[in-house]
């Protein structure tokens, strides 16, 4: 099992949608979690760290459920500049180091 | 904001080269840099941890032989690879951790280096 396991997509829609993506982890113990948006033959850039309450920065909203070991991603009234690769990214807490596992990254293209 | 410098951006060479890739964080002190691989629809790989005055941390299946890193100072790490393949040609990022940051606190990326090897 992987450690991080995301859906590759893609996810077509239309602008102004609501699209949501999962992620799992498989180390309970795992402390750190991120999402990072990735464009094409980009390096990853930070979305927005997720907290053990839920956040919402604009039309982002991520949660983590720690019993069932997943993250989400709610991007809200999606824009064509949204189309891009989400990298679910987890610092797994294995060892004092503060090392980020990815996952493989949620395609989404946005469409006019 | 803290900044990550990369340096080359692209590297097209011929096999059997050596070639040098640079991190550098240019308003933070990093003891702990990262370097990854990405290849074409894949994820990115953590291959080692860079340790500024020590040893780097290898991730399983890495070799340290092949791929040198080097942290002589708190602001730069370097890695090479060494005597380079065409099975070498992928997308290498660094990212760093400024000193003194939480651990949930997110690491910050270099723009990448692409490597082509002919």
């Known amino acids: 099992r992987k450690e991080v396991e995301q859906d590759p997509g893609p996810f077509n829609v239309p602008e102004g949608a609501t699209v949501a993506f999962n992620c799992t982890y498989s180390n309970s113990a795992s402390q750190s979690f991120f999402w990072y948006r990735q464009d094409c033959r980009k390096e990853p850039k930070l979305l927005m760290s997720v907290y053990s309450s839920g956040n919402e920065d604009g039309r982002f909203t991520a949660q983590l459920n720690r019993a069932s070991q997943y993250i989400s991603l709610l991007i809200r009234d999606s824009k064509l500049s949204d189309s891009a690769t989400y990298l679910c990214v987890v610092n797994p807490l294995m060892d004092s180091s503060y090392k980020l596992i990815f996952g493989s990254g949620t395609r989404l293209l946005v469409r006019p | 904001g803290a900044v990550v410098s990369q340096h080359p951006s692209w590297v097209i060479c011929k096999s059997g080269t050596s070639v040098k890739i640079e991190c550098r964080s240019l308003?933070?002190?990093?003891?702990?840099m990262f370097w990854y691989r990405q290849f074409p629809k894949q994820s990115l790989m953590l291959m080692a941890t860079s340790n500024e005055g020590s040893k780097a941390t290898y991730e399983q299946g890495v070799e340290k032989d092949k791929f040198l890193i080097n942290h002589a100072s708190l602001t730069l790490s370097t890695l090479t690879v060494t005597s380079a393949h065409p099975e070498d040609s992928s997308f290498y990022i660094c990212?760093?951790?400024?000193?003194?940051?939480?651990?949930?606190?997110?690491?910050?990326f270099g723009d990448g280096t692409r490597l082509s090897i002919l």
């Open positions: 990212s760093a951790r400024p000193n003194g940051t939480a651990r949930n606190q997110p690491q910050h």
């Open positions: 308003d933070f002190q990093a003891t702990t």
